[in-house]
């Protein structure tokens, strides 16, 4: 048996503010259309930013911008669009439940997005072989993935924290070290990463201002899952 704090998944109804919706309202036109929305403005967010993947050295900003869309837009928008049937929890047993339990784990998905966030951001913190075993990989794929993984702890379809205040402190202390990462870009007085050292980029302006740009747009991108964090503590206060 599971745990009341983190078992089965939580059902659509239990996104705050949708507590008193019947379930017909979940399947109204409306409703799906909103999923058609999301879903299309996500695949839209991430072939925008695959885009901006396509020279890294041309702008650090830019690049960052792209993996932030990858990692903190376009999720939110593809797990808004899930389909009903997934939406009431039923997700299959067996192999495909199995699966799905360690997908949506909250501990494991949001340790991935923590050491991937870290480990791109500040790859001087880990050995030199991982962090170039790391840049080799397809990281757009990785922070898209990881983003999917971390935001489904807090959406309607695939929430699987019950109480309130846990899922709003998973998505603090998720957001945390992009936080710290986005200031430190900003205040550092050199440049941390050594491939922009003697690049000019795109917008013509030297690479140090590059990065202060890069950790301005990290930074902004990480009040989305913030402003969810406190939606979700405010809402289990409503509830006691």
Not at 61 to 80: D, E, G, R
Not at 204 to 217: C, E, K, T
Request: include cysteine; charge should be positive; hydrophobic fraction near 55%.
């Amino acid at each position: 048996m599971k745990s009341d704090t983190i078992g089965g998944l939580v059902r659509g109804t239990d996104w705050p503010g949708a507590a008193g919706l019947p379930p017909r309202r979940l399947l109204s036109p409306r409703i799906c259309t909103l999923r058609v929305l999301a879903a299309v403005s996500g695949t839209l967010v991430v072939a925008v930013a695959a885009l901006g993947l396509r020279d890294p050295l041309a702008s650090m900003s830019t690049y960052t911008a792209a993996l932030m869309a990858l990692n903190q837009i376009a999720p939110p928008l593809l797990l808004l669009a899930l389909p009903g049937t997934i939406r009431a929890g039923r997700l299959g047993r067996g192999k495909l439940g199995a699966l799905t339990d360690l997908l949506l784990d909250p501990w494991a998905a949001t340790t991935l997005f923590i050491g991937l966030s870290i480990a791109v951001s500040l790859p001087g913190v880990f050995d030199p072989s991982v962090a170039n075993a790391l840049y080799a990989a397809p990281l757009g794929v990785l922070e898209l993935v990881s983003g999917l993984l971390f935001w489904a702890q807090f959406m309607p379809a695939t929430r699987s924290i019950r109480p309130g205040w846990l899922a709003s402190a998973v998505a603090w202390i998720g957001a945390m070290p992009m936080t710290v990462v986005a200031v430190v870009w900003m205040l550092s007085p050199g440049v941390l990463y050594t491939p922009y050292l003697n690049v000019i980029c795109r917008w013509n302006v030297p690479p140090l201002v590059d990065q202060r740009w890069a950790g301005f747009l990290m930074l902004v991108a990480g009040v989305p899952v913030q402003l969810v964090g406190v939606w979700l503590l405010l809402d289990s206060g409503r509830d006691r």
